[in-house]
Nanobody, 121 residues
Framework: QVQLVESGGGLVQPGGSLKLSCAAS????????MAWHRQGSGKQRELVAR???????NYADSVKGRFTISRDNTKNTVYLQMNNLKPEDTAVYYC???????????????WGQGTQVTVSS
């Protein structure tokens, strides 16, 4: 079985920084896209940032210049460095990965359980 486990959420003041981590574990042959999504209270889940296996990235307009996504393929881990945080960044952040468990399995989507980020003074 494959699991994604997030860490690094918490409470931070406006203008502060946090770094989220998400480690994939289990039987893994290949990980293609990895991403972070978020869902604020009463809002739909939205894409925050995505990184592919070649390290190409894309970001939501609302976080460009403030957030940086990266990955360590030796650790099957994706990170989200969040700087200059704003109250509107408050949400549950979910890790996503497109994983192939073996050469005999099809790729499928996996999600983490979510980690709360609260930006407040």
């Amino acid at each position: 079985q494959v699991q994604l486990v997030e860490s690094g959420g918490g409470l931070v003041q406006p203008g502060g920084s946090l770094k989220l981590s998400c480690a994939a574990s289990g039987s893994i042959f290949r990980i293609d896209d990895m991403a972070w999504h978020r869902q604020g209270s009463g809002k739909q889940r939205e894409l925050v940032a995505r990184i592919n296996i070649g390290d190409s990235t894309n970001y939501a307009d609302s976080v460009k210049g403030r957030f940086t996504i990266s990955r360590d393929n030796t650790k099957n881990t994706v990170y989200l460095q969040m700087n200059n945080l704003k109250p509107e960044d408050t949400a549950v952040y979910y890790c996503y990965a497109d994983i192939q468990r073996s050469r005999y399995f099809a790729r499928r989507d996996y999600w983490g359980q979510g980690t709360q980020v609260t930006v407040s003074s």
